[in-house]
């Protein structure tokens, strides 16, 4: 049985490409949350503007994340935001619903820095306390993933991972096909002829 992702790392694949953004309408965000029963009430209480915030540090918490992989080093810039987040006081409040705790937002509070911040100490968390992580090897994949296993290469062997061993075998495929010099026709040694008429 493979146990879901921790929910700052699923937060972080929501960029799952440079070209796609699981995040990038309400709708979509909030299908995101809905997967999160504990988030779901606030969560749903992100506006339009509120989404473009939670966006911009969900690629902080990406670049964060990726760095503890070796994918080199996020900057100062994403570090120092995600640590202001997690330092700021919030409107914060937990209650219990349907007997499960459920993250709340308190009136007059903004529900996106509420996400920013619930976010910004889970990805932190994470790399204080969490298991080893790992990037996706797929070509233009930014996933990240735990490392359950040392062999694991690609977030998903169906996609990711299908995808490299189809470029893989074309790539032998061609260099099969590809005609070495000896193969090839020997060049004419006489020069250009000319045309009789």
């Not at 969900?58 to 120092?80: C, H, K, Y």
């Amino acid at each position: 049985m493979t146990l879901p992702e921790p929910v700052a790392i699923t937060f972080a694949n929501t960029r799952s490409s440079s070209r796609r953004d699981r995040i990038a309408t309400l709708t979509q965000w909030r299908a995101w949350v809905d997967a999160w029963p504990g988030l779901r009430v606030a969560g749903h209480a992100v506006d339009a503007s509120g989404l473009l915030a939670v966006r911009a540090t969900r690629d902080d918490v990406q670049l964060l994340l990726r760095s503890a992989t070796g994918e080199g080093q996020p900057g100062r810039g994403p570090t120092a935001r995600l640590l202001e987040l997690a330092r700021s006081s919030s409107s914060l409040d937990l209650r219990w619903r349907a007997g499960r705790l459920t993250l709340a937002v308190l009136p007059h509070a903004a529900p996106a820095a509420l996400f920013a911040q619930h976010l910004a100490h889970a990805a932190f968390d994470l790399l204080l306390t969490g298991p080893p992580l790992a990037a996706c090897q797929g070509q233009d994949c930014l996933k990240l993933f735990v490392t359950s296993r040392p062999d694991r290469r690609w977030c998903d062997s169906a996609v990711c991972g299908n995808r490299t061993r189809v470029r893989a075998h074309n790539r032998r495929q061609q260099a099969r096909q590809t005609p070495t010099l000896s193969e090839e026709e020997p060049p004419d040694r006489r020069g250009p002829q000319r045309k009789v008429m």
